[in-house]
């Protein structure tokens, strides 16, 4: 596949690069680098240097951290038309990657090489605007992360989770064990969630996935509706 039209595909995800100035345009559309991964791939180990302001232009790659027991927690996704928040802060203040970003799904990226992008932050106002514009969107989901972990519970958290991952299929292609991961909890707890929703119709589990059966009812649960029933955890089970 040539630049060409690899460069077509990622104006077509990434629109507000036509807004930009033509000589900005010209300068990514020379530097820039096409790197595809495939689904388990790692994209960033936790400590190291960014090289590239990255731009997906398919697929999606997961951002996370992994506490000294082992225990994981997704900070967030990146997905077709998206950056990414902390390579765009590394990049910015010179720091390595926090935290530790794998593929979940083939990805195509455009990479912008570090040197070129600190440039074009300085040069371009534009190009600044969108980054910045972007990297507040996205430092807003994550503040949002930081008051669901600290304010809710994990029920309402996983009910959150579900709906989101469903979107218009209704169905989550994750196993227990991975929402467990996304959320840093433990299959077992994740499981129990799931197998009482199940009972109440509002989910079907299968294999490696989960159909939302009822949206209004996940959704209110999610939203914390205290006339829903709370499943009830063993002692010592909630993690």
Not at 12 to 33: G, I, S
Not at 172 to 197: C, F, N
């Amino acid at each position: 596949m040539t630049n060409q039209i690899l460069i077509t595909r990622w104006l077509n995800v990434f629109p507000e690069l036509a807004e930009l100035e033509p000589e900005t345009r010209d300068v990514l559309f020379d530097v820039a680098q096409f790197e595809r991964l495939r689904q388990g791939d790692i994209a960033y180990y936790q400590g190291q240097l960014c090289q590239n302001y990255v731009m997906c232009i398919e697929g999606q790659t997961r951002v996370f951290k992994t506490s000294e027991s082992g225990r994981e927690i997704m900070l967030y996704q990146v997905g077709a038309g998206e950056t990414c928040v902390l390579t765009t802060s590394c990049l910015m203040a010179g720091n390595p990657f926090p935290a530790e970003s794998n593929v979940q799904a083939d990805a195509l990226l455009a990479a912008i090489p570090a040197d070129v992008f600190l440039r074009l932050m300085s040069s371009s106002p534009k190009f600044r605007h969108y980054v910045l514009s972007n990297y507040g969107d996205l430092l807003s989901s994550l503040i949002t992360l930081v008051d669901e972990v600290a304010f809710a519970s994990l029920d309402l958290r996983l009910a959150r989770r579900l709906l989101a991952e469903a979107e218009d299929t209704r169905v989550v292609s994750k196993t227990h064990q991975q929402l467990a991961l996304d959320l840093g909890s433990v299959r077992e707890v994740i499981s129990r969630y799931v197998s009482e929703w199940e009972r109440l119709g509002w989910v079907r589990s299968s294999r490696g996935s989960i159909e939302v059966l009822d949206v209004a009812a996940l959704a209110a649960y999610g939203a914390g509706d205290a006339a829903l029933p709370r499943p009830a955890l063993r002692s010592g089970s909630q993690a």
